[in-house]
């Protein structure tokens, strides 16, 4: 028996001496230095980085200026309405509008990248690739950051949790806007024009090249241009111009356009797959063909439609426009072709079934707008909450270009050839909208109009307004739905109200940084004016 | 009646010199010796044939010791054997036979195993040690106040060595006692008793049960104390007392009971509540649960949580230093769970079998179909919008008249079952012998679904086996083995949605079972009922071992050298099923409802996940434990542990499956793109050296040390290291001469404490730079493998240190009637690892570990007090009660930088929210205008205080409150009565100074989120109301509401925790059926509370912070116990 302990104890001792037992290395990690000389894994901390990017399924702007309404106040998009929006709730927007946080917590992962690069063991062509498509996110960044905020702190080092973190201040508009500009050049001149195959969707020249003439065109916009420095335009049009003739076309159908995989139009988009997909097609879908019905059109956008003759329905003073033809209780005849891709109408059917109106005994998820959304809806998906739709977010389209460029155009003094690219868009194959012939202002004005029909819910809208400085009279006017709420018969009545009171301060301009950060900077960080 | 088997070992005063005179028959002798020492039983009771005609006895106890095991000594010139006996018995016990064939003799017998002594009943001094001895015998009887006969019990000549302990029948004969000495008799237990010998042969004594257990043993941690000893703030309850609450979670028949724990369940389903528990309150930002130490080995809290109650013998909870022999992981408090072990004698079947009917505790009162309506009336009305419902419409909700399509739809009476059902079983078998001791016990619990024709559950089967083994005199063994398995089937139920439902909107279509689409098929009705719209199965197993040896290390009289390797081993296997379902369209033309699948999901959809963990200890103790002197009491250890733990991960998915008639992996898709499978795995590891040095004199002068050196991997080899000592000494005051004449106070120990103790509750590896796979991104349709660094880096994290200190008296007055215990304590919790996302910029863009940043004290007292007694005659009772004051303040903590001095955390307790102060609500323009509001605020919102006086509302106008939901005062009540073959006990539980969120967070906007809570709309703003004290509906996202005070309640109360009523089956009635105890009872569980949140529907012990609450359950129960 002794002997049996005596075997015992020795065991438990010698299990016990063992002095390394507590230097475990974790078993879900990889370590510091195996990442920095690996090719592959550099480029897999390459690939997460692309999550920074926002996209329209997930950031619903249309819901922050006119174009769409929901009554359960997606991320306070009533704010701007109710002038309930401060710098304590900011970060109840959607991360575009928001992305203070989410921008400069990815920042510190590109500056991490670019300390680390110069020492890694990596081939030189493998290290000027990394850096490119990592300079073109920064880029990404910092113009998200520059259209919500303005000038924001240029941030290019690692901070270290052990020295002072306050005091950081803001860089200019103009310091940020040219930081931006140097990293796109530098991505243009590095990066193929097109990523193809398993690679398309990272960064490339072209789109660097189409993010590039978005910005400008921002720039040179009234926000930005008080004085309409010409030189400022003439920037924005030679960026789009770059873009004209670099082997992209129009696509004919409209409606499809939107989930035709990487068709001739579409300059960068993001893709999904069904392990990570996006909710947007059931969230969109109406109650009646299984989603939810969010993103109702507003009846704002709904008259700003063209009939399909070129004639607007209504009159600056709100009467039917007589050459119209338009009859308000048939609104859905005769309207530009591209009305029927965004909005749902008595007599719509999709997927087989007919869009049903009337309130019934639930009245939840039915429109309030008199309307349901239509555009990006690929009928070929069973519509359900699976969160697996794999429609792709187009970011940038030939269509918009075309847009940027007249604009520029109209600008330059060159009205005809701004109206041979907005009339290119009205001409496509499916659209086929007769061309438009404005001057002067009233050019400028159809131009707008263009980008409002063409481009809407694509996120455009919510910029367009500000940076084009229509936002005082586009959002001082009231949010309108068509419904007639207490109708419960089984006919739908439309019959128009104001869904949210119109409402603008210069303020909203720019989002206000988080009250919390102005706090954490040590009062270092500048509020944007009004806030 | 309380035993305890090491008392009895360790008290064994042997008559050595006069045993020694027997020369004789020296090997009787050291047989008698033997059965001398040890309790006597006999676990053999052996059924024996035989057929004798005329045979003396020796012959026939040669023939039964041919016949069976049994071997018979005797003494031939005591006993005479030459009787002649004729006996024929084909099944009878041998002690029955025995019996009979010492009938007509002189002779008696006893038995031990397989060992029968025999020896002569007549002669002076009746036995073999006695038959020499000289005159002075005394013999006696030791009962229980029952009459029953109890073994074990010491008796000795006061202040001499010389002493016995009585047989299995109580029976005792102590030899060569002076005529005018004393008789001590003790036993764990039980007040010891001395009695005067005054020339007496014969003393029969009955012991009564301690009141407050003066012999009482406590776990102290790797040991056990003797209650009086002790010197640190410890409480032990045995579970007999937690046992009374028909609540399934030990935790829950807790509450009320210790002085100093904080216990709050939080609400919860089957198999799934919450309980939250805190020692001496909350002293980290980060995770304040105590360590469970399961049988000596740190297990984790679920092991707790779903222990079998009727395993437990007790538990035990070390609130200051005396937790430092924990060292690392000992700063939130440690609890001690011991559980059953055998006890030497025939073996003791116990049964018992509980039904239970369980109800929430509340309903929240939630707005009718009519009110709802006229709160959307008002929204539309306040924005200058048209009515959505008229008033004959609204009529028609109030009244009923229209049910179809005005309907006043009662979400929680369509989804709660009035009652629902839980069954408890237990059955265990426990005894021994002086070489083996055994418990053995398994249980059954099962609790159905709350929901009308729901069909999840919660099962449990749980066995225990815990056999403690006797190899040689020195060395002991003891095998624990248990198991448990769970199973468990819940649904994938949006409780947000019970709270939320719509109540304008039926269920079900009027006289059908067709699901309505309620709200795009959220209609909770079918997810409570619909397997198919989502189930997660669990089928946990649970199984720890241990194996420990003692060896009394021979040649050094006290020391010995104890060890314990332990192996735990869990899984986890968890199925997520989701599948299709249907609502139902009405076709108002045909009249037919017309199936349309849910939108929940187009497809089923099963994930599977297999967790398995591994967790090793072993541990290494060298003790001394010896008296010199008679007054010098030590008892020291050193000793080593470790621990390693091992977790594998495994989980796969599939969806897009064809059917949904099998829902196994298989069956799904074959596309991998709707495949999925990952996997990991983890570790820790931990070492420790630790010992403990106790030391009393006379049990008066007190004192213990212990000091304890942990290595967690948690941190870099440089900060891993840590030393927790703890110190703590006691003055039993009434063991000195000059207390002697204070008849009313029979003890009076005061004692003090301090200790440093540690918490590494923390991610690990936070000193690492690391990086993991995650963040994938889709290029051309295929997934892309993205790797994400896990957070920055600090090299320097290491231990909270908690420094405590604690001051406490014990007292017991006029015989125990009156006990008192006071602790006074500070603790002082350092290095607190906590993040700085106040005050870290986000430019930054550091995703910021745990540093060591912050200080908290707790301040408090508790105080408990006993009472027992009887009234008249046939009435005994024992009350007792106890309060705990807590002050909890941050002194340090990292604070967002610009703050006003009313927001800041320093000074306040941790937790403390910050609120926008609520003053009232806005009348009108006027009103308004009178006073600064918050952006887009208009009449009907709130009037919030603008605390810094700017004319602006915003962040800086939120006040920090005074207190948390955490509380600073707690107490409880409890009260025993007997009356004949009654019993009652009831408990209570209150807490004060807290404060609860009492309402969802979800906006106060109906049409938009859905429905609310009726006491909103109760004098609420209007059009017409406007002097309100309610905000209008149509609150939206962003502004003031979840965060202010008008959410908040003060949430005190007193409840009757638990209660029971007990009956006790007379003996004489069960005499003849074998069970020598059956006791049946009723009994409840949260019966009734006492406290503010009643107009809300709102259990006070749920926190609404985390959305709408799952109220705890309110249980009657009916049970029987057996005992055979």
């Given at each position: 028996m002794k002997k049996i302990i005596l075997f015992l104890l020795t065991s438990i001792i010698l299990f016990a001496c063992n002095d390394d037992m507590l230097e475990l290395t974790p078993l879900d990690r990889i370590s510091e230095s195996a990442v920095w000389n690996d090719e592959n894994l550099l480029q897999a901390y390459v690939n997460a980085q692309y999550n920074v990017i926002q996209d329209g399924f997930t950031n619903n702007l249309m819901y922050y200026s006119d174009e769409a309404y929901s009554q359960f106040d997606p991320s306070s998009a009533f704010g701007f309405r109710n002038n309930t929006l401060t710098a304590d709730n900011v970060e109840n927007l959607y991360t575009t509008l928001n992305f203070w946080e989410t921008g400069y917590s990815y920042l510190y992962n590109l500056n991490q990248f670019f300390v680390n690069i110069e020492e890694s063991a990596i081939s030189d062509d493998a290290k000027t690739s990394l850096i490119a498509e990592m300079r073109f996110l920064r880029a990404y960044i910092y113009t998200t950051l520059l259209n919500s905020y303005g000038g924001v702190p240029i941030i290019d080092k690692v901070f270290d949790l052990s020295e002072e973190l306050t005091g950081v201040t803001r860089n200019s508009y103009d310091e940020v806007l040219q930081y931006i500009i140097d990293d796109l050049d530098y991505v243009i001149q590095t990066l193929p024009a097109k990523q193809t195959g398993s690679d398309a969707?990272?960064?490339?020249?072209?789109?660097?090249?189409?993010?590039?003439?978005?910005?400008?065109?921002?720039?040179?916009?009234?926000?930005?241009?008080?004085?309409?420095?010409?030189?400022?335009?003439?920037?924005?049009?030679?960026?789009?111009?770059?873009?004209?003739?670099?082997?992209?076309?129009?696509?004919?159908?409209?409606?499809?356009?939107?989930?035709?995989?990487?068709?001739?139009e579409i300059i960068w988009q993001r893709y999904y797959s069904p392990e990570i997909g996006h909710s947007f097609t059931f969230q969109s879908s109406a109650p009646l063909h299984g989603g939810w019905g969010l993103f109702d059109p507003t009846q704002n956008l709904v008259d700003d439609y063209e009939m399909s003759n070129g004639e607007m329905p209504y009159l600056e003073d709100g009467s039917v426009n007589p050459e119209s033809g338009y009859d308000p209780d048939q609104f859905w005849v005769d309207r530009d072709p591209r009305f029927y891709e965004l909005v749902t109408y008595p007599g719509f059917v999709f997927q087989g079934k007919e869009t049903v109106y009337y309130k019934g005994l639930y009245t939840q998820d039915f429109t309030q707008t008199g309307?349901?959304?239509?555009?990006?809806?690929?009928?070929?998906?069973?519509?359900?909450?699976?969160?697996?739709?794999?429609?792709?977010?187009?970011?940038?389209?030939?269509?918009?270009?075309?847009?940027?460029?007249?604009?520029?155009?109209?600008?330059?003094?060159?009205?005809?050839?701004?109206?041979?690219?907005?009339?290119?868009?009205?001409?496509?194959?499916?659209?086929?909208?007769?061309?438009?012939?404005?001057?002067?202002?009233?050019?400028?004005?159809?131009?707008?109009?263009?980008?409002?029909?063409?481009?809407?819910?694509?996120?455009?809208?919510?910029?367009?307004?500000?940076?084009?400085?229509?936002?005082?009279?586009?959002?001082?006017?009231?949010?309108?739905?068509?419904?007639?709420?207490?109708?419960?018969?089984?006919?739908?009545?439309?019959?128009?109200?104001?869904?949210?009171?119109?409402?603008?301060?210069?303020?909203?301009?720019?989002?206000?940084?988080?009250?919390?950060?102005?706090k954490r900077s040590n009062g270092s960080l500048e509020q944007n004016p009004g806030w | 009646m309380k035993k305890n088997e090491s008392r009895m070992e360790s008290v064994c005063f042997l008559p050595v010199k006069k045993l020694l005179l027997m020369a004789k028959i020296t090997a009787l002798f050291i047989l008698v010796a033997f059965m001398q020492v040890s309790a006597k039983s006999y676990s053999q009771v052996g059924k024996i044939k035989l057929s004798v005609n005329n045979a003396t006895l020796v012959e026939v106890f040669q023939q039964i010791e041919n016949e069976s095991d049994y071997r018979f000594f005797y003494d031939n010139e005591q006993v005479d054997l030459t009787k002649k006996v004729t006996v024929s018995t084909e099944n009878k016990e041998l002690s029955e036979l025995l019996n009979e064939l010492f009938l007509d003799t002189d002779l008696t017998y006893e038995m031990m195993d397989n060992l029968i002594l025999v020896k002569s009943k007549n002669k002076a001094g009746d036995d073999l040690i006695s038959a020499k001895s000289e005159q002075g015998d005394i013999k006696g009887k030791v009962t229980d106040i029952n009459g029953e006969p109890m073994p074990g019990v010491t008796v000795v000549v006061k202040g001499t060595t010389n002493g016995t302990i009585t047989d299995i029948d109580g029976s005792y004969i102590?030899?060569?006692?002076?005529?005018?000495?004393?008789?001590?008799?003790?036993?764990?237990?039980?007040?010891?008793?001395?009695?005067?010998?005054?020339?007496?042969?014969?003393?029969?004594?009955?012991?009564?049960?301690?009141?407050?257990?003066?012999?009482?043993?406590?776990?102290?941690?790797?040991?056990?104390?003797?209650?009086?000893?002790?010197?640190?703030?410890?409480?032990?309850?045995?579970?007999?007392?937690?046992?009374?609450?028909?609540?399934?979670?030990?935790?829950?028949?807790?509450?009320?009971?210790?002085?100093?724990?904080?216990?709050?369940?939080?609400?919860?389903?089957?198999?799934?509540?919450?309980?939250?528990?805190?020692?001496?309150?909350?002293?980290?930002?980060?995770?304040?649960?105590?360590?469970?130490?399961?049988?000596?080995?740190?297990?984790?809290?679920?092991?707790?949580?779903?222990?079998?109650?009727?395993?437990?013998?007790?538990?035990?909870?070390?609130?200051?230093?005396?937790?430092?022999?924990?060292?690392?992981?000992?700063?939130?408090?440690?609890?001690?769970?011991?559980?059953?072990?055998?006890?030497?004698?025939?073996?003791?079947?116990?049964?018992?079998?509980?039904?239970?009917?369980?109800?929430?505790?509340?309903?929240?009162?939630?707005?009718?179909?009519?009110?709802?309506?006229?709160?959307?009336?008002?929204?539309?009305?306040?924005?200058?919008?048209?009515?959505?419902?008229?008033?004959?419409?609204?009529?028609?909700?109030?009244?009923?008249?229209?049910?179809?399509?005005?309907?006043?739809?009662?979400?929680?009476?369509?989804?709660?079952?009035?009652?629902?059902?839980?069954?408890?079983?237990?059955?265990?078998?426990?005894?021994?012998?002086?070489?083996?001791?055994?418990?053995?016990?398994?249980?059954?619990?099962?609790?159905?679904?709350?929901?009308?024709?729901?069909?999840?559950?919660?099962?449990?089967?749980?066995?225990?086996?815990?056999?403690?083994?006797?190899?040689?005199?020195?060395?002991?063994?003891?095998?624990?083995?248990?198991?448990?398995?769970?199973?468990?089937?819940?649904?994938?139920?949006?409780?947000?949605?019970?709270?939320?439902?719509?109540?304008?909107?039926?269920?079900?279509?009027?006289?059908?079972?067709?699901?309505?689409?309620?709200?795009?098929?959220?209609?909770?009705?079918?997810?409570?009922?619909?397997?198919?719209?989502?189930?997660?199965?669990?089928?946990?197993?649970?199984?720890?071992?241990?194996?420990?040896?003692?060896?009394?290390?021979?040649?050094?009289?006290?020391?010995?050298?104890?060890?314990?390797?332990?192996?735990?081993?869990?899984?986890?296997?968890?199925?997520?099923?989701?599948?299709?379902?249907?609502?139902?369209d009405y076709d108002q033309s045909s009249g037919e409802y017309i199936p349309k699948m849910n939108s929940n999901s187009s497809t089923p959809t099963l994930d599977v996940a297999f967790l398995q963990g591994k967790s090793q200890t072993a541990n290494l103790r060298l003790a001394y434990v010896k008296t010199f002197n008679d007054v010098h009491n030590i008892d020291a250890f050193v000793a080593y542990e470790q621990n390693k733990t091992h977790i594998d991960n495994l989980s796969a998915g599939r969806s897009q499956f064809l059917s949904g008639a099998i829902h196994e992996l298989f069956?799904?898709?074959?596309?991998?793109?709707?495949?999925?499978?990952?996997?990991?795995?983890?570790?820790?590891?931990?070492?420790?050296?630790?010992?403990?040095?106790?030391?009393?004199?006379?049990?008066?002068?007190?004192?213990?040390?212990?000091?304890?050196?942990?290595?967690?991997?948690?941190?870099?080899?440089?900060?891993?290291?840590?030393?927790?000592?703890?110190?703590?000494?006691?003055?039993?005051?009434?063991?000195?001469?000059?207390?002697?004449?204070?008849?009313?106070?029979?003890?009076?120990?005061?004692?003090?404490?301090?200790?440093?103790?540690?918490?590494?509750?923390?991610?690990?590896?936070?000193?690492?730079?690391?990086?993991?796979?995650?963040?994938?991104?889709?290029?051309?349709?295929?997934?892309?493998?993205?790797?994400?660094?896990?957070?920055?880096?600090?090299?320097?994290?290491?231990?909270?240190?908690?420094?405590?200190?604690?001051?406490?008296?014990?007292?017991?007055?006029?015989?125990?009637?009156?006990?008192?215990?006071?602790?006074?304590?500070?603790?002082?919790?350092?290095?607190?690892l906590a993040t700085r996302n106040a005050s870290v910029p986000y430019y930054t863009g550091l995703e910021l570990p745990d540093e060591n940043i912050g200080i908290v004290e707790n301040k408090g007292l508790e105080l408990t007090l006993t009472n027992r007694g009887q009234i008249g005659n046939e009435i005994e009772y024992s009350l007792a009660g106890n309060f705990t004051y807590i002050h909890n303040e941050v002194i340090d903590i990292d604070e967002a930088p610009l703050s006003e001095d009313y927001q800041l955390q320093t000074g306040k307790p941790i937790g403390a929210p910050l609120l926008y102060e609520v003053i009232g609500i806005f009348k009108d323009e006027a009103d308004l205008a009178s006073y600064p509001s918050y952006s887009g605020y208009g009449p009907g919102d709130?009037?919030?205080?603008?605390?810094?006086?700017?004319?602006?509302?915003?962040?800086?106008?939120?006040?920090?409150?005074?207190?948390?939901?955490?509380?600073?005062?707690?107490?409880?009540?409890?009260?025993?009565?007997?009356?004949?073959?009654?019993?009652?006990?009831?408990?209570?539980?209150?807490q004060a100074r807290v404060l609860v969120t009492a309402l969802p967070v979800f906006p106060f906007n109906p049409p938009a989120f859905g429905n609310f809570n009726a006491w909103l709309v109760e004098d609420g703003w209007t059009l017409e109301n406007t002097d309100a004290t309610k905000p209008k509906p149509g609150i939206g996202f962003g502004v003031p509401y979840s965060n202010t005070t008008f959410l908040q309640r003060n949430g005190a109360f007193v409840r009757l925790k638990n209660a029971e009523l007990a009956y006790n089956i007379p003996k004489s009635l069960l005499s003849r059926t074998g069970i020598s105890n059956c006791r049946v009872y009723v009994s409840g569980y949260n019966l009734f509370s006492i406290d503010g949140l009643k107009d809300l529907g709102v259990d006070p012990e749920v926190n609404s912070g985390f959305g709408v609450p799952v109220m705890p359950d309110r249980i009657i129960n009916l049970g029987v116990s057996l005992t055979l």
């Open positions: 969707g990272k960064a490339s020249g072209d789109v660097a090249q189409a993010m590039k003439s978005r910005l400008l065109l921002y720039d040179a916009r009234a926000l930005h241009n008080p004085t309409d420095d010409v030189t400022k335009w003439q920037a924005a049009s030679d960026a789009a111009a770059e873009l004209l003739d670099a082997g992209y076309s129009l696509y004919p159908d409209y409606g499809t356009l939107f989930f035709s995989d990487g068709n001739s309307y349901y959304n239509h555009k990006f809806l690929d009928p070929s998906y069973v519509i359900a909450n699976t969160g697996n739709f794999t429609t792709p977010w187009i970011h940038y389209r030939l269509a918009e270009i075309y847009l940027n460029y007249a604009e520029a155009q109209y600008h330059l003094g060159n009205e005809d050839l701004a109206r041979q690219y907005v009339n290119m868009v009205r001409a496509r194959e499916s659209v086929d909208m007769p061309p438009i012939d404005e001057t002067g202002d009233e050019l400028l004005a159809k131009i707008y109009h263009e980008r409002r029909i063409e481009l809407v819910y694509e996120g455009h809208r919510y910029f367009d307004i500000r940076t084009t400085k229509m936002a005082p009279e586009t959002q001082s006017e009231p949010l309108i739905g068509n419904i007639d709420a207490t109708e419960t018969d089984e006919e739908y009545v439309y019959q128009r109200q104001t869904l949210l009171p119109g409402n603008w301060d210069d303020k909203f301009y720019y989002t206000p940084i988080p009250y919390s950060e102005i | 102590i030899s060569n006692a002076p005529e005018d000495g004393i008789l001590e008799f003790s036993f764990v237990g039980m007040r010891a008793q001395e009695v005067e010998i005054a020339g007496q042969s014969s003393i029969n004594v009955t012991l009564v049960e301690d009141m407050i257990g003066i012999e009482e043993v406590v776990a102290i941690g790797y040991g056990t104390q003797k209650k009086e000893t002790v010197t640190g703030a410890i409480t032990q309850v045995n579970t007999e007392d937690v046992n009374l609450s028909p609540a399934p979670k030990l935790t829950d028949g807790l509450a009320g009971r210790v002085s100093g724990v904080i216990i709050n369940q939080r609400g919860g389903e089957p198999g799934r509540t919450e309980t939250e528990i805190f020692i001496r309150g909350r002293s980290t930002t980060e995770d304040s649960s105590p360590l469970y130490v399961i049988d000596g080995i740190a297990r984790d809290y679920n092991g707790l949580d779903r222990l079998d109650p009727n395993d437990i013998e007790s538990l035990t909870v070390l609130k200051d230093a005396s937790a430092a022999i924990y060292g690392a992981r000992a700063a939130n408090g440690v609890i001690l769970i011991t559980t059953k072990r055998g006890r030497i004698g025939k073996p003791t079947i116990k049964a018992s079998y509980n039904h239970g009917f369980s109800q929430p505790t509340r309903r929240e009162n939630l707005a009718s179909s009519a009110q709802f309506a006229e709160a959307w009336n008002l929204i539309n009305a306040v924005n200058g919008l048209e009515p959505q419902y008229s008033d004959e419409e609204i009529q028609k909700f109030a009244d009923g008249s229209d049910p179809v399509n005005y309907p006043n739809t009662r979400w929680y009476d369509v989804i709660y079952k009035d009652w629902k059902h839980q069954d408890r079983a237990n059955l265990s078998v426990s005894g021994g012998s002086e070489k083996v001791k055994y418990f053995v016990g398994a249980g059954y619990l099962q609790q159905k679904s709350p929901f009308n024709d729901g069909f999840g559950y919660n099962k449990q089967y749980n066995i225990r086996s815990n056999l403690d083994a006797t190899i040689t005199p020195d060395l002991t063994v003891s095998i624990d083995l248990s198991g448990r398995l769970d199973d468990i089937l819940s649904g994938d139920i949006d409780y947000p949605h019970i709270y939320l439902g719509y109540p304008y909107v039926n269920a079900f279509w009027p006289g059908t079972d067709y699901y309505t689409d309620a709200r795009t098929g959220d209609n909770v009705a079918l997810m409570t009922r619909e397997k198919d719209y989502g189930y997660t199965s669990t089928d946990r197993g649970v199984f720890t071992s241990s194996l420990s040896a003692t060896y009394n290390i021979p040649g050094v009289d006290g020391l010995s050298l104890a060890g314990t390797f332990a192996y735990d081993y869990n899984k986890n296997y968890e199925k997520d099923y989701t599948g299709v379902t249907y609502i139902y069956a799904g898709t074959a596309d991998k793109n709707y495949q999925t499978n990952d996997g990991s795995a983890f570790e820790t590891a931990r070492q420790n050296y630790f010992g403990r040095i106790q030391y009393d004199y006379a049990n008066k002068y007190l004192f213990q040390f212990s000091l304890r050196r942990d290595g967690s991997q948690n941190f870099a080899s440089d900060k891993r290291w840590g030393w927790f000592p703890g110190v703590s000494a006691g003055w039993t005051l009434t063991e000195e001469s000059f207390m002697k004449g204070l008849s009313s106070l029979d003890f009076l120990k005061i004692r003090a404490s301090w200790g440093q103790l540690g918490n590494d509750n923390v991610d690990a590896f936070q000193y690492l730079t690391a990086y993991s796979y995650g963040d994938n991104y889709i290029f051309g349709g295929t997934t892309a493998q993205g790797l994400v660094q896990s957070g920055v880096p600090n090299p320097n994290i290491t231990w909270e240190v908690a420094e405590t200190t604690d001051l406490g008296v014990e007292a017991r007055m006029w015989g125990g009637k009156l006990g008192m215990d006071v602790d006074l304590f500070k603790t002082r919790r350092s290095n607190i709130f009037k919030i205080l603008d605390a810094n006086d700017d004319g602006v509302i915003n962040s800086n106008d939120m006040i920090r409150q005074d207190l948390s939901s955490s509380p600073e005062i707690v107490f409880g009540f409890t009260s025993n009565f007997q009356y004949k073959q009654f019993e009652l006990n009831l408990s209570f539980q209150g």
